[in-house]
């Protein structure tokens, strides 16, 4: 068995897929099909169609686009089946049934942007930032009935700096997740198909943690919490979706309340005598109370303004102590 025998499909839609989709095309690998998401209404009508990313790389390169809405649908998996796929490799994809993981005789295998067992969910990236690893990767597992806990393949660990938000790690393991790919890849055609993979833990054998979708709710900040952990709350939904709370004037209990969206913060060692949520300015800096230290803001966006660096910011906003966040 050779890569150009091998007869692949491909599953994914965002970015994070398309360089995984690249490597495998650019690499020689015979990808004879790929699956995405429908095209998403887009615009203040909805009245737009816009294809994702995977579809708009792959029709770049002429390679067959399906996009099925249901993917039990027995016209979709009757024309799945017609690409005879040998195996199906999925990217940042969704759930798939058994009749779709199960149909290829070398089986689907999912790359997963976390070190499994831990970080199973949809949103690995964001919750290995927000809770302060130092560590993190990629792992490539064969898809099974439960969702992320099929036989891992292989793994592959990416440092997380402590100065480094959710894009920069995002990258980091688009990439790799690339190699991780094709170094799968490579195995199963190297063992012709007998490849060893290890089980995961079983439930209530180690201590998970989990990586739920992230809502709107998820983002807000409560500061009733140690500096280091707001901290990484804010650098792990940086810059998207990007942490908010509320702005209110101290001395108006009346006066709305508005949304003050923040991106980037720093550590200080500055202790707090303050009530949690006092803002402080000092000449070009700005301070939040916390639970047990002052953390300094470096970017923030204001309702209906532009993202803006402290320094900025203050220029024309000087008695911006007058509020506090909630």
Same mark, same amino acid.
């Given at each position: 068995m050779?890569?150009?025998?091998?007869?692949?499909v491909?599953?994914? !839609?965002?970015?994070?897929?398309?360089e995984?989709?690249?490597?495998?095309?650019?690499?020689?690998?015979?990808?004879?099909?790929?699956v995405?998401q429908?095209? &998403? %209404?887009?615009g203040?009508?909805?009245?737009?169609?816009?294809?994702?990313?995977? /579809?708009?790389?792959?029709l770049?390169v002429?390679? =067959?686009?399906l996009? =099925?809405?249901?993917? /039990?649908?027995p016209a979709?998996?009757? *024309?799945?089946?017609?690409?005879k796929?040998?195996?199906q490799?999925?990217?940042?994809?969704?759930?798939?049934?058994?009749?779709v993981w199960g149909?290829p005789?070398?089986g !689907?295998?999912?790359?997963?942007?976390?070190?499994?067992p831990?970080?199973r969910g949809?949103? %690995?990236? +964001?919750?290995?930032?927000i809770?302060g690893?130092t560590?993190?990767g990629?792992?490539?597992? #064969?898809?099974?009935?439960?969702?992320?806990t099929?036989?891992?393949?292989?793994? $592959?660990h990416?440092?997380i700096p402590d100065?480094?938000?959710?894009?920069?790690v995002?990258?980091?393991l688009?990439?790799?997740?690339?190699?991780?790919a094709?170094?799968?890849?490579?195995q199963i055609?190297?063992? +012709?198909? *007998?490849?060893?993979?290890m089980?995961?833990?079983?439930e209530?054998?180690?201590?998970?943690k989990?990586?739920?979708?992230?809502f709107k709710?998820?983002?807000e900040?409560?500061?009733?919490q =140690?500096? /280091?952990?707001?901290y990484d709350?804010?650098?792990?939904l940086?810059?998207y979706?990007? !942490?908010?709370?509320?702005?209110?004037?101290?001395? +108006?209990?009346?006066? $709305?309340?508005?949304?003050?969206?923040?991106? $980037?913060?720093a550590k200080?060692d500055?202790?707090?005598?303050d009530?949690?949520g006092?803002?402080?300015?000092? &000449?070009?800096?700005l301070?939040v109370?916390?639970?047990?230290?002052?953390?300094e803001?470096?970017?923030?966006q204001?309702?209906?303004?532009k993202?803006?660096l402290?320094k900025d910011?203050?220029n024309? +906003?000087?008695? #911006?102590d &007058?509020y506090?966040?909630e």
């Amino acid at each position: 068995m050779t890569k150009e025998d091998l007869r692949i499909v491909f599953m994914g !839609t965002p970015e994070f897929a398309v360089e995984s989709l690249r490597a495998l095309v650019e690499g020689g690998y015979n990808v004879v099909a790929v699956v995405t998401q429908p095209d &998403k %209404p887009v615009g203040r009508h909805q009245d737009v169609l816009q294809a994702s990313q995977v /579809k708009q790389y792959a029709l770049s390169v002429g390679l =067959p686009v399906l996009q =099925p809405v249901k993917m /039990k649908d027995p016209a979709f998996v009757e *024309e799945l089946r017609s690409y005879k796929a040998d195996l199906q490799v999925v990217v940042a994809f969704r759930m798939l049934p058994e009749i779709v993981w199960g149909m290829p005789r070398l089986g !689907t295998f999912n790359v997963h942007a976390a070190l499994l067992p831990q970080y199973r969910g949809a949103a %690995p990236i +964001n919750w290995a930032v927000i809770n302060g690893e130092t560590e993190t990767g990629v792992t490539t597992f #064969f898809l099974d009935h439960d969702i992320d806990t099929g036989r891992i393949i292989m793994q $592959k660990h990416f440092p997380i700096p402590d100065q480094a938000d959710v894009e920069y790690v995002y990258d980091g393991l688009m990439h790799l997740g690339a190699d991780i790919a094709i170094e799968t890849i490579d195995q199963i055609i190297a063992c +012709n198909g *007998e490849i060893e993979s290890m089980p995961q833990p079983a439930e209530g054998e180690i201590e998970l943690k989990h990586a739920p979708k992230i809502f709107k709710e998820t983002c807000e900040i409560n500061w009733n919490q =140690p500096a /280091k952990r707001i901290y990484d709350f804010i650098r792990g939904l940086s810059p998207y979706p990007g !942490t908010w709370t509320n702005l209110k004037e101290v001395s +108006n209990g009346d006066a $709305k309340a508005l949304v003050l969206k923040i991106f $980037k913060t720093a550590k200080t060692d500055q202790p707090v005598h303050d009530p949690v949520g006092t803002i402080k300015v000092d &000449k070009s800096h700005l301070y939040v109370a916390t639970a047990d230290s002052w953390l300094e803001i470096l970017e923030l966006q204001m309702p209906g303004k532009k993202r803006m660096l402290i320094k900025d910011f203050l220029n024309g +906003n000087r008695d #911006f102590d &007058k509020y506090r966040v909630e």
